[in-house]
């Protein structure tokens, strides 16, 4: 009968999660707002969005529509494809540590 030969492991090294697109384009939107010091209440006004809604956005808590999200880059006088090529710079930027954090690595065994 064959034994059974334990295959070793690799030791697990913490990892960052990889960052949230919301996350991210909650602090863009955040940062510019406060580059023009403007208060939630008047991008949100501008933007045709309640302070609450907008807040919520900032903080990641909302996954905000294509049309929220360019409702409210018009009221920090952006474009669409400068707030979302901004968050996309920050997220080519990540640590490249998602693959190993979901469980999506690549195994290879040896002879």
């Known amino acids: 009968m064959a034994d059974i030969v334990p295959f070793p492991r690799a030791p697990r090294r913490p990892a960052d999660p990889e960052p949230l ?6 602090d863009q939107l955040r940062r510019r707002r406060h ?6 209440t008047e991008t949100a006004e501008k933007a045709g ?13 909302k ?4 049309e929220m999200i360019a409702a409210i880059a018009g009221a920090l006088d952006t474009s669409l494809i400068e707030l ?7 997220l080519r930027s990540a640590p490249a540590s998602a693959a190993v954090s979901s469980g999506r ?3 290879a ?3």
């Open 49 to 61: 969005v309640s302070p609450q809604y907008l807040s919520e956005v900032e903080r990641g808590l």
């Open 105 to 107: 690595g690549a195994f």
């Open 21 to 26: 697109w919301r996350h991210l384009l909650g």
């Open 84 to 90: 979302t090529s901004s968050v996309a710079d920050e």
């Open 63 to 66: 996954e905000p529509s294509s």
């Open 109 to 111: 065994l040896a002879a």
């Open 35 to 40: 580059d023009r010091e403007e208060t939630l």
